[in-house]
């Protein structure tokens, strides 16, 4: 097509472009461009395409066909605290999406992450796929990954990176309909500025939304996407999450229908629909047509969109510097090679009591045991590679054969039919059959407790696991088939898919064993003798078993430690089974059945290590004191097995830190659903316990001291740069990398502040005997924090400390520099004061009222509470709150929440409705000074707005 169209002009800007291209399309053709499955426009040259492709661990492609670089899980990345490799990593997966872009079938441009989610709890379900707990880790880990992605070129992008979920998106088990109560300063603080720097200083143009409401807003038409990501940072695009879209009808039940809904969200949240054009274009269309939805906003949306597409390059192949690139760089050798490094550096020694490394002596043997000992699981956002090597193989191919033992140290165990007194068997077919008269005619099955009940099932003769039906591959296959009662077949090469069909919920009660599907379907015998999965009632028969133990897993490992010099138990989670989207830990503790096995080995033989491979922490305060050593690291891709053989034998010297606080019990964690860390103290940031291991933690195999800490001034202002230097001198007698950490506690404060927070860090490799100077440096724009009164950061004058450490916890050295700042004296009673600008509450939701988009706290009951910090009441003897409520009155009790001093009161009639807001005033003591003002509520209220007034005498 000749350039007849001023949106061909590539000497025009992206967004000109785009509102060009925009101008020329119908009505219709712009309905058929809201969901991720876009229409081409051949009259004017546009081509149908997809849009979005996952990018965690590298270019996902699940086909099996076409092999990409697979880099650890997030998690294991961020221990790597090295920014400058994160930007390489980037730079080489941007790379592999260009050149799978240019095959048949073409891969997208368009990026499904990085996720950028804050890790504030260790047992929300997706835990590998972020970056720790730390907005400064997360952010410039992201930023750097991003900007690799993205490319160097200052017109086209060599792909575009939209970050997951924004945001407050940590809660698997109810994320359909659950609501984040976020607090301003946490808002602004904690949450938003993990994203800000991917966006401003990376590569990111976009951003993905969140399922969940946050204050009572649906993610997908959250207004923040637009006045804070796109008018304050610049980001150009967001979209939704997968069927997002029919949530705010069907889930979050916001809206009577979708025309409404997709009203509400286009030129306000996302630009783009992840779900089907069968419910998204008929909505587009309606709310059109009625009036709901004006054309200039679905004009802006659509403009977004094409924004990137054009900044991609799509329309200008021969301008495009990434059109063309060599094929021969996907997965290749050297691609693969900067994965092994980064899987090397994400090792993290969390105990090391002189076991490592081992010494290889040339005929030296070690017993390997444990579920993932002979495992390299993928998980769902991982794409495809060969020669997954696991522990077992790395270390036979670096020791031989014969050097290294190995036992998985599973119960192997056999199943009996209470209903037809027989045991369980196989046909030829896999099929399972409660017919079998003997044990020794039995099908053994290794058993794998990954704990909360969660079983899985192996043949140890055929090595296929057991699942309903034909397993998830067939499923899909063969969607017309719904048989009502499927039998279960020993059939499936590996337990894994979207459902995982191979996983079985195990309950004994008095020597009974009753197991229930992937489904929660009971498992039964029929009337011919085949184990089912059906729904069953009462005390059926047909679903009672027994489980016998023909072979104990722990005596099998313990007998085998005995034959070696040393023994490495491979615990952890696999990536599908507890623990994934859409479902949360229950606990933290290492599955109990790991636990007894690694008691077992270390019984028999001391030269124990425990190697954890996991997507999240595990409380293992016992487990630890039976191991001499303890490694830890994410599922690595292909390289596992070598990465941990070499890291065991000392050629790769561990340098990983934990991007995450470990936690000693869940009793240190509150309720999975509340994200208020200031409030519940959790996080580095805020926890006063004592944690397993803190944030920032990792041993190595060398020492390292630390001297002549400086920073290049005393005291600094906003808009200065504060740089500090340190010497690091490896005086240990490996080669080594060593991960300096910049810590700052901040002066006391009328406001809750962190104990701490990073704010640089540098990953240094020193060799033995050598010094270097390591160089750390931050705005101090970086210290400050969201005033409420201003609507705006806010640096505080006063002494600050910096803390170089080897850790959170671990510090190495100090200084004290001066921030001159503001000087804060309280919060303006008379000032209206947000009612979710707490720092203590009970009982209590952030709601929003979409009529004014006014945020308000609703109070559930008579025990529910609300502490306002530092209000000063000096001269104020009234006040005025907004407040709407069911009830016949309405009651609120004001105090000092330090003395529990009532202030002041007010009472008047109830509103007839939740959201029927009305004011109400009372009388209140003045108090000289700041105080943290405490709301008491008597039964179920909506508070809106409070202020405090001088009363006109």
């Given amino acids: 097509m000749s350039d007849q169209y001023v949106f061909q002009n590539t000497a025009l800007p992206p967004r000109k472009r785009a509102e060009e291209l925009v101008a020329l399309l119908t009505r219709d053709e712009k309905v058929r461009m809201v969901t991720n499955h876009l229409d081409g426009v051949p009259r004017l040259g546009i081509p149908e395409v997809g849009f979005g492709v996952e990018i965690a661990r590298g270019l996902v492609q699940r086909n099996g066909q076409r092999e990409t670089t697979i880099l650890p899980q997030p998690w294991g990345m961020a221990a790597m605290f090295d920014s400058e490799l994160m930007e390489k990593l980037g730079d080489m997966a941007g790379d592999e999406v260009r050149i799978s872009n240019q ?46 992605l993205r490319g160097e070129h200052v017109y086209y992008l060599k792909s575009a990176p939209l970050l997951k979920h924004f945001y407050a998106n940590n809660y698997e088990n109810e994320r359909q309909t659950t609501n984040a109560n976020i607090t301003p300063r946490l808002k602004r603080e904690y949450y938003l500025k993990a994203f800000e720097p991917a966006i401003r200083e990376g590569g990111a143009v976009g951003l993905m939304t969140a399922y969940n409401c946050i204050n009572g807003v649906e993610g997908v038409n959250n207004p923040d996407v637009r006045e804070i990501c796109k008018k304050e940072w610049g980001m150009e695009f967001a979209l939704s999450d997968g069927g997002d879209f029919g949530q705010n009808v069907g889930a979050h039940r916001s809206y009577e229908d979708h025309a409404h809904s997709i009203a509400d969200i286009l030129g306000v949240g ?175 099955f290794e058993r794998t407790d990954w704990d909360y009940g969660s079983w899985t099932l192996r043949s140890l003769k055929t090595r296929k696991y057991v699942t309903e039906g034909a397993g998830f591959a067939a499923m899909q296959e063969e969607a017309h088939r719904m048989p009502v009662n499927p039998g279960l077949n020993c059939v499936s090469d590996e337990a894994f898919g979207w459902f995982v069909m191979e996983l079985f919920t195990a309950k004994e009660e008095d ?57 490495v138990v491979c615990g952890g989670n696999q990536p599908l089974i507890n623990a994934r989207e859409e479902y949360d830990r229950p606990d933290i503790n ?135 230097s340190v010497d690091i001198e490896n005086v240990g007698s490996w080669d080594g990398d060593e991960v300096v950490q910049l810590y700052v506690v901040p002066p006391k404060s009328l406001f809750t502040r962190p104990r701490k927070m990073l704010k640089a860090f540098s990953r240094l490799a020193v060799k033995q005997g050598e010094k270097v100077t390591a160089h750390l440096s931050f705005q101090v724009e970086d210290l400050a924090f969201w005033d409420t009164d201003s609507n705006s950061y806010v640096v505080e004058d006063g002494e600050y400390i910096l803390e170089i450490s080897a850790s959170s916890e671990d510090i190495r050295c100090r200084c004290t520099v001066y921030i001159e700042g503001q000087q804060l004296v309280g919060r303006d009673g008379r000032k209206p004061i947000n009612p979710l600008d707490v720092i203590d509450y009970r009982n209590v939701e952030f709601l929003t009222d979409k009529r004014d988009w006014q945020e308000y706290l609703e109070a559930k009951d008579f025990r529910s509470y609300a502490v306002y910090q530092a209000v000063d009441l000096h001269g104020c003897d009234g006040f005025e709150v907004l407040v709407s409520s069911v009830s016949g009155t309405v009651d609120l009790i004001l105090a000092d929440n330090a003395t529990g001093e009532i202030l002041g009161s007010c009472s008047g009639p ?44």
């Fill in 270 to 444: 996302a630009d783009m629909m992840l779900d089907s054009q069968d419910m998204v274009n008929p909505a587009v269309a309606e709310a059109l047509e009625k009036g709901y939805l004006a054309e200039s906003q679905l004009d802006k949306a659509l403009i977004d969109m094409f924004t990137i597409r054009f900044m991609l390059g799509e329309f200008d192949p021969q301008e495009n510097p990434y059109a063309h690139m060599n094929k021969s760089k996907l997965a290749c050798k050297e691609h693969k090679k900067l994965a092994v490094q980064a899987a090397e550096e994400s090792m993290i020694l969390l105990e090391n009591n002189g076991l490592l490394p081992f010494k290889d002596d040339g005929k030296c043997k070690v017993a390997v045991v444990g579920p993932l000992a002979d495992k390299n699981y993928t998980c769902w956002y991982c794409g495809y590679a060969p020669n997954q090597t696991s522990v077992v193989a790395g270390l036979r191919q670096k020791l031989g054969e014969n050097r290294v033992l190995f036992d998985e140290g599973l119960d192997h165990i056999v199943l009996k039919s209470q209903k037809t007194g027989k045991y369980v068997r196989l046909d030829k077919n896999g099929a399972l059959m409660a017919d079998a008269d003997t044990a020794n005619s039995a099908e053994v």
């Fill in 103 to 148: 095959m048949d079938p073409p891969s997208s441009l368009a990026l499904f992450g990085p996720t950028v989610d804050m890790e504030r709890d260790p047992r929300w379900g997706r835990n590998e796929e972020a970056y720790g707990e730390d907005p400064c880790l997360t952010g410039k880990l992201t930023a750097a990954y991003t900007r690799g």
């Fill in 910 to 953: 109830g509103t007839g409705g939740m959201t029927r807001f009305a004011p109400l005033y009372g009388t209140v003591v003045s108090k000289q000074g700041p105080i943290d003002l405490r709301v008491c509520f008597t039964k179920q209220t909506a508070l809106k707005s409070l202020r405090f007034f001088i009363r006109e005498k």
């Fill in 590 to 724: 290492l599955p109990l059945s790991q636990g007894e096995l690694l008691r077992a080995v270390w019984e028999m033989n001391r030269n124990t290590v425990l190697y954890m491979i996991t997507g999240y922490p595990f409380a293992i305060a016992e487990e630890r004191e039976h191991a001499g050593a303890v490694l830890c690291s994410s599922h690595l891709g292909p390289c596992l097995g070598h990465v941990a053989a070499n890291t065991l034998f000392g050629e790769n010297v561990p340098a990983g830190r934990t991007p995450s606080t470990w936690y000693r019990s869940i009793k240190d964690l509150p309720s999975l659903d509340d994200y208020d860390i200031m409030k519940n103290k959790t996080t580095y940031l805020y926890f006063d316990g004592k944690p397993l291991y803190p944030f920032g933690y990792g041993l190595s195999y060398t020492d390292f001291a630390y001297s002549n800490v400086a920073a290049d001034q005393r005291s600094y202002s906003c808009g200065d740069e504060v740089h500090v």
């Fill in 511 to 567: 020597g009974v064993l009753y197991l229930s599907t992937w489904q929660g379907r009971d498992v039964a015998v029929d009337g011919e003798g085949r184990v089912i999965s059906a729904v069953t009632h009462g005390d059926c028969g047909d679903v009672k078993f027994t489980a016998e133990v023909v072979s104990s897993g722990a005596q099998r490992a313990a007998r085998l430690a005995v034959q070696a010099d040393y023994a």
